[in-house]
């Protein structure tokens, strides 16, 4: 159990806490914040006694440090301005389409820009304060990536990792950002920076080249740093690639309960018992690519290659930075795409698509994982999809059939499942009716193979593949940072 001790040898560093701030009238609480970060990092935490720096979802609020579950977490507080500026601003309509190669057109502002560094380096003054004499500190994501070089002038005494949860782009596309050489020097004060694909590693060590002319050679980059007595040394960076991945036994579990299959068959009972069940499980996000699926989907009833009596397509589209106005337009886009294909193909008794636009509980999910046949990620851009993971670790009866983009970063690792280009909308039929009517041995062998990946590769192999690496890298010689499994 962490203690309120005033520092500590292992620190996460992340937008949000694992914990959100919820007030019900006049009364505070502290409720776990959903999200595979919090799974993949909650044992590493628990591991080591460390302490997580972030925001606790809630504006205008200060919060003093507490202990929750095994780990110090270290509330950072925003204004109402600099959550719509730093957070929705920056980091979700400026970085996020940039990133997700422009699929949306960025925003580029000066003042979200300033929230943006002003917040980051609040996050890295409180890193600092927590973090032990030589600690490990593990920055998340895109919304910090300022704070490793801020971390490093405070503390050049840390070992810094940084890991980038979407991708990186090309340099081509990268070039637009007004402020890209600060947010590659902000990345560069990292010992290690972790992505989810080699290709993205690879942008990122070309940006590196264009911009500062740094030796970048496969996965190691040299970046020159001055001593305090004026003279210049090569500090040595590690910029590769490690899969993010899930809980992969816990899915498994879940989809072992009784409970959890009856719920699996019941689902199909109240979709009216359709002969394909077709899924699509997203945060409502354009970079998921669900309108390219619906097309393709009303297509098929259109062509009459599936029909409304034996197929549906069951799309969970959980709401998403519904104050961004690309998400409210993209919403209405969606929305109405639903109606016209359920108005053009529904019968009575019979929608084409079921839509819902809300977030369910776990057990719930995996019952909806069990009960689809055809699972459909179509992603135009991401940086890995935890979903199509998550869906083969709870096909424990080696069923369903997986539909991936090429362009999710987890088709790197998931290559028996049924790949597609999400724009080549023919395309997508024709893998979506190959799904259909794959014979039960094809689908068993191909379930099994990605099934055998995930399981070797699950969270835990993540986060301590990339410690690993960390630990490595630390010039200063780093504490060791234990396993979840160590304990
Ligand atoms: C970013 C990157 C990368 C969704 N709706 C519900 C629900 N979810 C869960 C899923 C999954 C998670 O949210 C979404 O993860 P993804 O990986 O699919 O996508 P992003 O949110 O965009 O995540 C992505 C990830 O970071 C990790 O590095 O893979 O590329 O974009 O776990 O299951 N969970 C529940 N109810 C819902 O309604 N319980």
Redesign the pocket.
């Known amino acids: 159990m962490a203690t309120p001790q005033n520092t500590f040898g292992f620190v996460v560093v992340s937008n949000r806490l694992p914990v959100d701030r919820v007030e019900h009238g006049g009364d505070g609480q502290w409720q776990r914040s ?4 919090v799974t993949a990092l909650e044992p590493v935490m628990q591991a080591n006694d460390g302490a997580w720096v972030g925001w606790p979802g809630i504006a205008d609020r200060e919060f003093e440090p507490f202990e929750n579950d095994g780990a110090w977490l270290v509330p950072v507080p925003l204004s109402e301005d600099e959550v719509a500026d730093y957070y929705e601003g920056f980091s979700n309509d400026t970085l996020w389409p940039l990133y997700h190669d422009v699929i949306a057109q960025p925003s580029y502002h000066r003042e979200w820009w300033e929230a943006y560094v002003r917040v980051n380096q609040r996050f890295a003054d409180a890193a600092a304060k927590v973090a032990d004499e030589k600690a490990l500190v593990w920055v998340q994501d895109y919304q910090l990536q300022l704070v490793p070089a801020m971390l490093r002038e405070q503390r050049p005494d840390l070992t810094i990792g940084f890991f980038n ?2 991708p990186f782009p090309a340099y081509g596309i990268y070039s637009q950002l007004p402020w890209r050489k600060q947010i590659v020097a902000g990345l560069l004060g990292a010992d290690v920076i972790g992505f ?1 694909r080699a290709a993205d590693a690879g942008n990122f060590a070309r940006a590196v080249r264009r911009l500062f002319g740094y030796s970048a050679k496969g996965t190691h980059l040299e970046v020159p740093e001055t001593r305090p007595d004026g003279s210049t040394e090569m500090r040595h960076v590690v910029a590769r690639h490690f899969p ?1 991945s ?1 809980d992969v036994a816990g899915y498994e579990e879940l989809a072992r309960t009784a409970e959890v299959q009856a719920r699996a068959a019941e689902i199909r009972r109240e979709l009216g018992d359709p002969a394909i069940i077709m899924l699509g ?3 409502l ?1 354009y ?1 998921k690519g669900i309108g390219h699926r619906m097309k393709a989907f009303g297509e098929l009833l259109a062509d009459g290659r599936l029909d409304v009596e034996s197929s549906m397509l069951v799309q ?1 589209a ?1 709401p998403s930075r519904e104050r961004v106005e690309t998400y409210k337009t993209l919403r209405d886009e969606i929305e109405l795409t639903v109606g016209r294909i359920n108005g053009d193909y529904g019968h009575i008794g019979h929608q084409a698509i079921n839509y819902l636009h ?5 057990d719930e ?1 995996v019952a909806l994982f069990l009960a689809a046949d055809v699972m459909l990620v179509t992603a135009l851009r ?6 199509a993971k ?1 869906y083969v670790a709870s096909r424990i009866d080696e069923g369903g059939v997986l539909v991936l983009s090429e362009f ?2 987890a088709a790197d690792e998931l290559k028996s499942a049924l790949l597609i280009n999400p724009h080549d909308i023919e395309g997508l039929k024709d893998a979506m009716m190959t799904a259909v009517s794959m014979t039960k041995k094809e689908r068993q062998t191909r379930m099994r193979s990605l099934r055998k990946r995930v399981r070797e590769h699950d969270v835990e192999f993540w986060s301590a593949s990339f410690l690993d690496v960390l630990r490595k890298a630390s010039p200063a010689g780093a504490p060791d940072v234990a396993d979840p499994g160590d304990a």
């Open positions: 959903p999200g595979g970060l949860h979407i989810q993010i899930i499980v997203d945060r996000d970079t969970v959980s809300q977030s369910y509980p776990r999910m991401d940086g890995m999809n935890l979903v998550e999710a970063g």
